[in-house]
Every structure is written in C-alpha cells, then in structure tokens.
C-alpha cells in the first residue's frame, strides 16, 4: 500500500460519520462506563450509577456529535429536542436491560452494562443519524 493510497483510506475514514461516531461514542461510553464502575464498586445500585453516567454523557454527545460527527448546521432547538428524545429511549432501553438481567436474573451488573452499552448504542446512533442530525432537505420521517 502507498501512501497515497494510505492517505485515501484514512481521507475515506475521517469523512465517515459512523466511524466519527464510534470515535465519539467509544471515548464518552469509555470514561462513562469508568464511572459507572467507581459508582458500583463503592456501593451505588446499578441504575443509579448508569442515570449519572448517562446524563453526563449525554451533554459530551449532543456537543460532538453536532459539531465533529454530523456537522449538523441546522437549528439547534429541533436537534436538542431530538437528541434528548433518543437519549430518553436509550437510556430506557438501558434500565430495562439493567432490570432484567441484573436485578431479576441476577447477572453481574458491570458484565451486563458493558453489553447494553453496544446494543443502545446502536439504536441511538440510527436515531441521530437518520432523525435527529439527518441531512438537510430531507423531509421528517
């Protein structure tokens, strides 16, 4: 491979907006999830710990994926609106896996947050990229 042909890839990479996001998205759920275990460890329930972690990363979210991940340059208001109704329904996605595998099944809570990180983070994704920071001109599903 060249370093044309590596400066390509990386070009291809950077312009990505599912690739910024993982960026965006691994580094916020990285110092999130490390709070969410400091939380636990000390004595806090689960679901306690993940609505601190989720409301902070929640406003790291909305100012980089606006500004780096999408390049969103429509209103804020509507985009705000928007973001925190995904966040809303991830973060109920969050507990109700939390609920089910931790305090009913009685899974461990640090092996089970670590997996509902992957599957909110999907769904909150599709919604952010398809609704909340979609292209301009593109009519409101």
Same mark, same amino acid.
């Given at each position: $491979? +060249?370093? +044309?042909?590596?400066?390509?890839?990386?070009?291809?990479? =950077?312009?990505?907006?599912?690739?910024?996001?993982?960026?965006?998205?691994? *580094?916020?759920?990285?110092?999130?999830?490390? !709070?969410?275990?400091? *939380?636990?460890?000390?004595? $806090?329930?689960?679901?306690?710990?993940? +609505?601190? +972690?989720?409301?902070?990363? $929640?406003?790291?979210? @909305?100012? #980089?994926? /606006?500004?780096?991940?999408?390049?969103?340059?429509?209103? &804020?208001?509507?985009?705000?609106? /928007?973001?925190?109704?995904?966040?809303? &329904?991830? @973060?109920?996605?969050?507990?109700?896996?939390?609920? %089910?595998? %931790?305090? *009913?099944?009685? =899974?461990? #809570?640090?092996?089970?947050?670590?997996? #509902? !990180? %992957?599957?909110? #983070?999907?769904?909150?994704? *599709?919604? $952010? /990229?398809? =609704?909340?920071?979609?292209?301009?001109?593109?009519?409101? &599903?």
């Amino acid at each position: $491979m +060249t370093k +044309t042909d590596v400066r390509s890839l990386v070009n291809t990479l =950077w312009h990505s907006p599912v690739l910024r996001f993982g960026a965006i998205g691994g *580094l916020n759920n990285l110092l999130s999830y490390g !709070i969410f275990v400091a *939380l636990t460890v000390a004595g $806090m329930p689960s679901i306690g710990a993940a +609505t601190i +972690t989720y409301a902070t990363g $929640m406003v790291v979210s @909305y100012l #980089a994926n /606006r500004s780096f991940t999408f390049r969103h340059s429509g209103s &804020a208001r509507r985009s705000v609106l /928007r973001f925190v109704a995904v966040n809303l &329904a991830g @973060y109920a996605l969050n507990v109700a896996i939390l609920a %089910v595998f %931790v305090e *009913l099944i009685g =899974w461990n #809570a640090l092996g089970v947050q670590l997996g #509902a !990180i %992957v599957v909110v #983070a999907t769904g909150i994704y *599709l919604g $952010m /990229r398809f =609704w909340v920071f979609r292209e301009p001109g593109v009519p409101d &599903a």
